[in-house]
């Protein structure tokens, strides 16, 4: 119900070693029924504990259409860095799929010096059996275009700017 079953297991760790503490700070000794079993987590060092990076807010998220919150749900467990992906939005210069539910954009943050991540993620969905797996009819990153009727990137007219030229984002199109 949103919790998985990972930070389950280090959130019990945690619980376990903060327990364990307490009761040694305090000299109390429980009877050994009640000490908590050894497990590998609570043998883990501290920095195996450490938190999840929180996943990407996903602007509009209900109003998209399945296959693009699939695709937004992958970015979001594949690629943590990503903090926003927009989805749904009133209106395109350019296409009718955001309006429609069937875009998202990603989001690169730290774009200007970050494109590798962009580029792992562009290309990740524009290979053929990822395109096929989640229904993607288009990527478009930094001026190119990739579709899945002519499955190679190639260079886009000159749109104007950063965002309008895809530079700061990753626009990942879904299929009907």
Do not use: C, E
């Not at 949103?2 to 000299?27: E, K, N, Q, Y």
């Not at 990822?130 to 749109?159: C, D, E, L």
């Amino acid at each position: 119900m949103g919790i998985s079953r990972r930070r389950l297991a280090i959130w019990a760790a945690s619980a376990t070693s903060t327990l364990a503490l307490a009761v040694g700070s305090f000299g109390v000794a429980l009877p050994a029924s009640a000490k908590p079993a050894p497990s590998a987590a609570s043998a883990a060092p501290a920095a195996a504990t450490t938190s999840v990076k929180p996943k990407a807010k996903v602007h509009n998220y209900k109003r998209l259409s399945k296959k693009a919150k699939r695709v937004a749900n992958k970015v979001r467990d594949k690629w943590r860095s990503v903090k926003s992906i927009g989805g749904w939005r009133a209106g395109s210069k350019y296409s009718g799929d955001h309006p429609a539910g069937r875009a998202i954009d990603v989001m690169i943050p730290k774009w200007k010096k970050n494109s590798a991540l962009g580029w792992s993620i562009a290309k990740y969905f524009a290979n053929r059996k990822n395109a096929k797996k989640y229904g993607i009819h288009y990527v478009i990153f930094r001026q190119k275009i990739w579709t899945t009727q002519s499955p190679h990137w190639r260079k886009m007219a000159n749109r104007g700017g950063a965002t309008a030229n895809h530079f700061d984002h990753v626009h990942i199109s879904v299929k009907r």
